[in-house]
């Protein structure tokens, strides 16, 4: 099956810091990649589309400026927090699908915690 | 509003039993895919539906997606601690967004 990873599997940082999570595609090309947060005992909340090469696409109440979203290439999307607080701290997953409106197959997660 | 209903969200039952998770719309989805995450974990692929009236089995699970294409059950029989998890429902709407609808999830508790 498709398999997609993810970067690091948990990070402890500071308040104000800037943290980058990467999610690959290792079997397959990924014309597009999802970002999505949860929090404990809750379901996913989609934060972001990205489509190789163009800009992402933010859900609505998802500040653009804050999580900066790249798909450089068709195995490769990160995600940064930039300035991270404390109410950032999340569980971030990537989820990955070889054409629009397929299958998404889940990246493992990380755990972000902001001190 | 939620799109996708998702029922029951808490559910504990002894090994051996059976239980039905509901999935429910009032939108069509071109596809449905239900999922199992772990904690800590990323949510892992069970099955993806996509004809009305479609059925499904994965060992000892069923899965129904309706024949409108609104509605999709997960039936599991003689449940084991290991099926213990949250079982996720999610739906790529016709004529939608790229993107799923998720389901706030059937926390499934299953006790020895």
């Known amino acids: 099956g498709a398999v997609v990873s993810q970067h690091p599997s948990w990070v402890i940082c500071k308040s104000g810091t800037s943290v980058k999570i990467e999610c690959r595609s290792l079997?397959?090309?990924?014309?597009?990649m999802f970002w999505y947060r949860q929090f404990p005992k809750q379901s996913l909340m989609l934060m972001a589309t990205?489509?190789?090469?163009?800009?992402?696409?933010?859900e609505q109440g998802v500040e653009k400026d804050k999580f900066l979203i790249n798909h450089a290439s068709l195995t490769l999307s990160t995600l940064t927090v930039t300035s991270a607080h404390p109410e950032d701290s999340s569980f971030y997953i990537c989820?990955?699908?070889?054409?629009?409106?397929?299958?998404?197959?889940f990246g493992p997660g990380t755990r972000l915690t902001v001190l | 509003t939620q799109l996708l209903e998702q029922s029951p969200q808490f559910l504990s039952i002894q090994e051996g039993e059976n239980l039905t998770v509901y999935c429910n719309s009032s939108?069509?989805?071109?596809?449905l895919q239900w999922y199992r995450q772990e904690p800590g974990e990323g949510p892992v692929l069970l099955v993806t539906?996509?004809?009305?009236?479609e059925v499904k089995k994965l060992k000892r699970l069923t899965f129904q997606f309706g024949d409108a294409r609104k509605d999709s059950s997960l039936h599991i029989t003689a449940a084991q601690p290991g099926d213990t998890g949250l079982y996720l429902c999610?739906?790529?709407?016709?004529?939608?967004?790229?993107?799923?609808?998720f389901g706030k999830g059937t926390h499934l508790i299953i006790q020895p």
């Open positions: 989820s990955a699908s070889g054409t629009r409106t397929d299958t998404q197959y």
């Open positions: 079997d397959f090309q990924a014309t597009t």
């Open positions: 990205s489509n190789e090469g163009s800009k992402a696409t933010y």
């Open positions: 939108s069509v989805f071109s596809s």
């Open positions: 539906v996509v004809t009305g009236g």
């Open positions: 999610a739906g790529a709407m016709v004529g939608g967004a790229d993107g799923l609808t």
